[in-house]
């Protein structure tokens, strides 16, 4: 299992999370990057990250999209179900000439994404601070056998109650233990990508998630 952070594919932010000593990244893309291709594919090379890519959700490029996925290497790409059928099979059609695991996010529903897995052999992206405001918290005994079929999660600081949406993990230490116990005893071993929004992507919160990560890592160690 491995931390990941998320932020656009902008130098500025990836600098930030390889000296904060983050090891993966999940890109955030829209149209505009995926129509300025090159100069994308030219930033995130400088950097050795594992790279996973969100699916732009203002249009669909999957042509475009899957270009910077097999330049990257991605391990994941990760969707929301916003698209027509057409566009669904047109987007299948193109990854299923790229090595790499194509993820529905749960946005609503844990059961969103299984239309899609079911059709199409697509996996799903577990989004756990969507997961509690769904289900007012979590149910342990339900929740578990949903972590067994994720391929990629998505965690944040958020509880259900707080008003911690898109926070890094650390912004909540107990819960997120708690969250990150779970996920380790279910048997996952991808990455978990600490969700934050844009005022939170800066060196000092990329080192305090790092940080915050490794400790809990080497509790475990000693247990």
């Not at 993966?24 to 994308?40: G, M």
């Not at 594919?41 to 097999?70: I, M, Q, W």
């Not at 998505?154 to 779970?182: C, Q, R």
């Not at 991808?190 to 305090?208: I, M, R």
Request: charged letters at 25%; aromatic letters at 12%.
């Amino acid at each position: 299992m491995t931390v990941a952070a998320k932020c656009t594919p902008d130098e500025e932010f990836l600098s930030a999370i390889e000296r904060a000593g983050i090891s993966a990244v999940e890109l955030y893309t829209n149209l505009d990057y995926l129509h300025n291709l090159s100069k994308v594919k030219k930033t995130c090379k400088k950097f050795s990250f594992r790279y996973a890519v969100h699916a732009p959700n203002d249009g669909c490029e999957p042509e475009l999209l899957a270009e910077l996925v097999g330049e990257l290497k991605a391990e994941i790409v990760v969707f929301h179900d916003i698209f027509w059928d057409r566009e669904w099979e047109r987007i299948a059609s193109v990854f299923g000439k790229i090595k790499t695991n194509v993820c529905i996010e749960n946005t609503h529903s844990v059961h969103e994404p299984l239309k899609l897995m079911r059709r199409f052999g697509m996996k799903r992206c577990l989004d756990l601070e969507h997961l509690q405001m769904q289900c007012a918290g979590v149910f342990e005994e339900a929740f578990v056998p949903v972590i067994s079929q994720a391929a990629h999660i998505h965690l944040t600081g958020y509880f259900y109650g707080s008003d911690l949406w898109h926070t890094h993990i650390h912004h909540s230490p107990e819960h997120s233990v708690y969250f990150l116990n779970l996920i380790k005893e279910a048997g996952y071993a991808g990455l978990v990508v600490s969700e934050a929004k844009t005022s939170l992507q800066t060196y000092d919160e990329f080192k305090k998630l790092n940080d915050f990560y490794k400790l809990w890592e080497s509790k475990l160690d000693k247990n």
